[in-house]
Each structure stands twice: as C-alpha cells, then as structure tokens.
C-alpha cells in the first residue's frame, strides 16, 4: 500500500531480494480517491533468470485511510491481445 499515487508501484522482490516483477513504465490514469494505472513491465523466469516479454496491467486502487490499496486489475498477458485491444479502441472511438 502506498501514501501517494506517485508512490504506487508493481516492482515485487521475493523473499530472497530478487527482483520478479520489475516495473518499466507507469502511466496515471486517473487521479483521487479512485486511482487508475496503466503499467508496462516483465516477469523474471526463475529457471533462465532473464525477464520475459512485454506484459501490461491496469490496476485500480482505492483510498483508504490515507492509503492506495489494490482494489482490481486486469493483465494483459501478451504484445498480440495489447495490440487488438488498442485497435479495438481506437476503432470504436474513432467511430463515435
């Protein structure tokens, strides 16, 4: 949990410290007391010990006595679905 939206982030060490979930980018959404943010990162393959492909998450928090807590998200599992998904909306809003 975190105090600021700005503080927000999905990098995850395990117990050993190493890093398996590594952040690489961060778009807010949306501001207040529903927060919503789009983030790029890779998971780390314990076996080859190199980090994965490109994955996406949206995840909403939700402010609670004084701190962002997780309340939902969404992943976005491979650079194929990324990409119809955002053709997918660029066509519907275009086309409204």
């Known amino acids: 949990m975190a105090e600021t939206i700005d503080d927000i982030s999905i990098n995850y060490e395990d117990n050993d410290g190493n890093l ?3 952040e690489l980018k961060k ?38 006595r004084g701190l962002y807590r997780p309340q939902s998200k969404f992943n ?12 997918i909306l660029k066509d519907w809003f275009e086309d409204a």
């Open 27 to 64: 778009e807010i959404l949306t501001r207040g007391s529903w927060t919503t943010i789009l983030f790029l990162y890779q998971e780390l393959d314990r076996k080859t010990g190199e980090y994965g492909p490109l994955k996406a998450t949206i995840r909403r928090y939700k402010k609670q």
């Open 20 to 22: 398996v979930v590594k």
């Open 76 to 87: 976005i599992s491979n650079k194929k679905q990324a990409l119809k998904i955002a053709q």
